[in-house]
C-alpha cells in the first residue's frame, strides 16, 4: 500500500529533504507533497503571474491565492499530513494546514519543540500524534507497516 | 434573525466587550459566544477539573482537551465567527479556529492590524472578509442587516 | 411551519417587494431574505467599509468579498431559494446562487422569462422547478402549505 | 502524480485544445475532461437519443439532462476545474460548473477578460484563482509540479 | 421535545387521519407533514401552475417536480419518517422517499402488511424498524418518550 | 477513462447480458456490476450462510441484510447507475437502489417501458436521464466518450 | 443557550438521576436526553410491540432495532454526549454510541473508573474528555457556561 | 475488482490469518490491513516512540494515539469491515472500530459466538450482517464476486 504523504510547515530550512531521507531509508512506500518551498518564489507567485499589483497587501492577496489552490490540490491527494512547527516564524499556514487536514478526517502528525508545547497545546490536542523530532514522526508513519 | 457569533483570538485584552459593546450600540440582534478568557483559568482547567497532572506537558494536555470541548460546542452554535489577530503572541489556536470553521463553510470575518498582512495571508486569502478594526468588523456584520 | 426564503437575482427592479406583497396576500408563513439591493452599495461596500481601493479591480474584489459573507450567512439559513433571471444583465451571480443551493440541496425555484429558456437549459434541468412568473413561483411555495 | 482537469466555459472556440497544446509544451501530466463541445450536437442530444420533443422547451429539456449527466459524470473524476467565459454569450452554463465545482472543494481557476471583472467579481471571489489568459491558468497548474 | 414526522406513503384512503388520531390519543408531541394526498391535484398540479402541457408524459414530468419539491422542504424537517406500503399500486415513490430519508440519516418506520415482506425485504433490512400496523408505529415514536 | 456502472434492476431476464454486448460493440471502456441475478441464490442466501432461518420472514431478513452488504460494496465502486424497471414485479430493490444512488449524487439513468411513465414519475423527475430501451441509455454512456 | 444532552450507557443503576440532580444544583441550562433505562422493557421492546418473536436472537433483533431506532432521534438532538462506563458489564453499546457521537463530531464526555483505564484508551484518545466521575463531567459542562 | 478489508477486533489468537488462508483458498482478490496484533507493542508504542510517560494512564495515552493513527489511515483506505468479538477480553476497540466504520458508510459484517448476542445486539443491527465464524464472513465477502 502506497500513502501520499503532506508536509507542511516552515519552508526555511530543508527538514523535507530530511524526511524523505529517513523514509528511503526505512524502505517506507511513500509519496511527499508539499507547498512551494522557494520562499521568494511563494511570495512573488502572484505578480510573477498574474502581473505587479498595485501594493504590497495586493500583491500578498494574489499569491496567496496561487498557494492555497496549491495546497488544496494537493491536501486532497494526502492520506496523512505532518505539520512541523519551528521555533522561528509565526507558522500561521502551518496551523491553517493542520486544522484544515484535521477538520477534513486527514490523519496528521505534529512536529513541534519542547518549547512550543504550551502555545500548540490545543492543536496538539486536535491532532492524532505530536512528536518532537522528524524522526519520531517517521516512526508513527512506519508503524503503520509492521 | 438572531445570529450568534463566536469570537476567536487573542484572550489577553476586552477586545471581546468592545465588539459587544459596538454591537449594542448598532442595535445587532447578535449573541455572543466565546473561549475561556481568564487565562489563567484557561490554562489550569484540566488540573482545575481532573487532578493535579504530572508535568507541564500533561498539564497541558488535560486543559486543551477541555478547552477544545468548550470552543466546539460553541462553534456548533455560531452563525459567523470573527477571529481576531494582534501583534503579540503566538494565536495558533487563533488559526486554528479560523481554519476550522472556514473548512466546516461557516462565514468568517478575520481582523488583524497591518502589520500582520504578510504572516496571515494565506488564512486571509480563506476568510471570506479580512478587515483592520473591531469597527469595521461590525459594519461587515450590520450589511447582512440593511 | 415557518419557512425562510432566499431571494436570488437581479436588483435593478422591484421584483422582491411583488414577491412579499404576493406571499402576505396569500397568509403564506414566510420569512424573506436577500443581497443587498441597493446596487451602488453593493458595489461600494468594500471602500466603504475597509477604504478606497486602489484600481476598479480591487474595488470589486473587497466588495465582492462582503457580499458573498452576506450570502453565505442568509442562504444558510434560508430552506428555499428562488433565483430570477432577467431578460438584461449578464446575472452570473445568480447563476452561482442557484448552483450554490443546488448543490447545498436546498430546493430551489428558478423564474426566467421565455426568452432565456435556451441558455438557462441546464441549470433549469438541474433545479427543482423552473416557472415563468412571480406568480407562479409563489403558487408553488402555496402548494407546499395546501 | 497525474491530475485531471475539467475545462468548463464557452464551446464556440478552440480555447480547450490551446490550453492542451500548452500543457503538452510544458510537460504537464494532464487529462483533460470537458463538455460536448459540438454546439449541434449538445443542443439536440435528448431528440437524438429519445426522439422528437413537441416543442423547443422540452427539447431542450431533454438535452440538458444528458448534458448534466454527462458533467456530473466527468466533474467528479477532475481534480482541478477551469472555466473560461467569453465577451459573448450568456454562459450561465459556466457560472452553474465553477459554484457547482467549488460547493464541492474542487480548486477552481476562473478565466476571463477584463471586461467581465465587475459581473463576474463575486464568483471570482469564491474561486481559488482569477486570472485574464489561458496561458496564466497553464502557470498556476504548473506551479503545483514546481 | 417536539417532533416532525413526515408520512410518505399512498394516498389512496385516510390512513394519515388515523396516524394523527392515534398520536392524539397517546398525546405525543409531534407535528405531521405529508405529501400533497389529494391525488387529482398531485397529478395536474404541472398543469394548474405551469399550464397545459403537450402530453401526458411531459404533464407527469412538470407535476412529478412540483410534488418533489414539496417532499424536499418538508423532509428537510422532518426528525422520523413513517412510510407506509398497503397492497395496492407501484408505491414507488414511497420506496424513493424512504430509501432518500434512510440515506440522509433519518430515523424511519416502515408499516407494511404481511403480504409485502418478501418484496420489501430489502429495504425493511435498511429502515430502522418495519411494522405491520400504524398503531404499532406509533408505539416505536412513542417508546422515545418513555 | 474506464467507468464502473451499477446495473440496478429486475433479475428475471437477460437485460444485464445485452447492456454488456452492447457496450462492447460500442467499444466503451465499462466495467459493469450487479446485484446477484440467480433469484433463488439472492432469495436463500441467508439461510445459505448462517443457516436455516425459523420462519419466511426471518428468512428474508437474512438474505436481505446479505444482498444490501453486496449492494453497497458494488454501489461504492460505481461511476454510473443504470436502474432499469420492467412491466412486471414490485420492484421496491430498483427504486430503493435508484433513489439510494441519486441521493449519494451518483449520475443515474432510469430505463422504463411507456407504460411505466406516470407511477415513476417522481422517481424520473430526480434521476438525471431516463430512457426507454437499453440501447438509449448506452448512448447517453456514450455521449460522455464523444 | 440552552443545551441538550445524551447520556449513553449502563442502564443498570441510577447515575442518570445523579448528573441532573448536579445539573440542577449547578443551576445548568440542560435538557437530558437518554436511551430507555428500564432493562427489562429495553430487552422486551421487540415482542412487546411487534409480537411474541419465535427465538432468543429474533427477539434481540427486533428490541435492538427499536432501541436504535429511539437513540439515533434523540442523539440527533443532543449538543454533547455524556457516556458512562461502569465496571460491571460488557457495555458495548456504550462504546458504540460513544464512537457513534464523535464520528458525528458530538462533543463527547466520557466517565470511567481507573480501572478501566487500560481497556478505554483508545476510545479515550477519540473523545474530547474524560473523567473519572460525574461530579467532574459536569463541571466540564459547566466551564463553557463560564 | 480488488477490495480492501479491514480486521477489527482481538489481537490475542490468530483468527486474521485464518481470515487469510480462507480468502486465498476461495482466490478472492482482497488485500487484508488491521490493527498493530502484537499486543506488547501496541501498549508500549507511545513509550517506544515518544519516551518513556510518567504514569500508566499517560502511557496508555500516548499509545493509544498513534495506535487510533494507525487505525484511521486504513480503516480510510478499507472497503470493508470485519469485526470480530471473543469471548473474552473488553474489546471496546472493536464496538470503537465497528461504529466509527458503520457511521462513515463502510460495509461491516460482525462476527460473534452465539453467547455474545444479547451484549451486542445493538451494534449487529446497525451492522450490515452478523456471523458466528469466519467462514461465513468470508462466505458473504465471496457472494459479492458470485
Do not use: C
Request: no cysteine; charged share 25%; net charge negative.
Amino acid at each position: 500500500m502506497e500513502l501520499t504523504v503532506y508536509l507542511a510547515g516552515q519552508i526555511h530550512d530543508n527538514w523535507r529533504e530530511e524526511v524523505e531521507q529517513l523514509a528511503t531509508n526505512k524502505g517506507l512506500p511513500l509519496t511527499f507533497v508539499a507547498p512551494q518551498t522557494n520562499h521568494e518564489r511563494s511570495d512573488n507567485i502572484g505578480d510573477d503571474i498574474i502581473g505587479r499589483q498595485p501594493s504590497k497587501v495586493h500583491k500578498d492577496e494574489a499569491a496567496s491565492r496561487i498557494n492555497n489552490f496549491r495546497t488544496q490540490v494537493l491536501m486532497e491527494k494526502a492520506d496523512i499530513v505532518i505539520a512541523l512547527f519551528g521555533e522561528k516564524y509565526k507558522q500561521w499556514n502551518t496551523a491553517m494546514d493542520a486544522s484544515y487536514a484535521i477538520t477534513l478526517n486527514k490523519p496528521t502528525i505534529i512536529i513541534r519543540p519542547e518549547s512550543l508545547i504550551h502555545p500548540l497545546k490545543e492543536l496538539s490536542a486536535k491532532a492524532n500524534v505530536t512528536v518532537e523530532s522528524i524522526e519520531q514522526a517517521l516512526e508513527v508513519i512506519n508503524y503503520i507497516f509492521e
